[in-house]
């Protein structure tokens, strides 16, 4: 059997036309076939009678297949291992109700 050829593919990033956003929160919802990925911010608002609330401002609507969902997760876990193995665990809080100003 003959040695396989191995190639490599240049890869290049365009990121001229990328827009750059902060979420502090995500909501996510999916279909037979796609995940849909709303990112956004929780901005404290007040409800009915004055009581606290949250606002989910929507910013960006990323939505992928499966397979893609699945690469997304394992990358995301091999990151945040990676920085916990640097820094310590990430600690995970109850989110505090939102403080409204008088």
Same mark, same amino acid.
């Not at 001229?16 to 995940?35: F, G, P």
């Not at 297949?65 to 990358?75: E, P, T, V």
């Given at each position: 059997?003959?040695?396989?050829?191995?190639r490599q593919i240049q890869?290049r !990033?365009?990121e001229?036309k990328?827009?750059?956003?902060? #979420?502090?929160t995500?909501r996510t919802?999916?279909?037979?076939d +796609?995940?849909v990925?709303?990112?956004?911010m929780n901005?404290p608002t007040?409800?009915p009678?004055?009581?606290?609330?949250?606002l989910?401002?929507?910013?960006?609507r990323? !939505?992928m297949?499966?397979?893609?969902?699945?690469?997304? #997760?394992?990358?995301?876990g091999q990151?945040?291992?990676?920085y +916990?193995?640097?820094?310590g665990?990430?600690?995970?809080q109850a989110?505090a109700a939102p403080?409204?100003?008088d």
């Amino acid at each position: 059997m003959a040695d396989q050829e191995t190639r490599q593919i240049q890869l290049r !990033i365009d990121e001229s036309k990328m827009q750059s956003t902060y #979420a502090n929160t995500i909501r996510t919802s999916s279909t037979h076939d +796609e995940v849909v990925l709303d990112f956004g911010m929780n901005l404290p608002t007040q409800g009915p009678n004055n009581e606290p609330a949250l606002l989910f401002a929507v910013g960006s609507r990323v !939505i992928m297949n499966w397979a893609g969902a699945k690469r997304l #997760a394992i990358s995301l876990g091999q990151v945040i291992r990676q920085y +916990e193995e640097r820094n310590g665990e990430i600690k995970l809080q109850a989110p505090a109700a939102p403080k409204l100003a008088d």
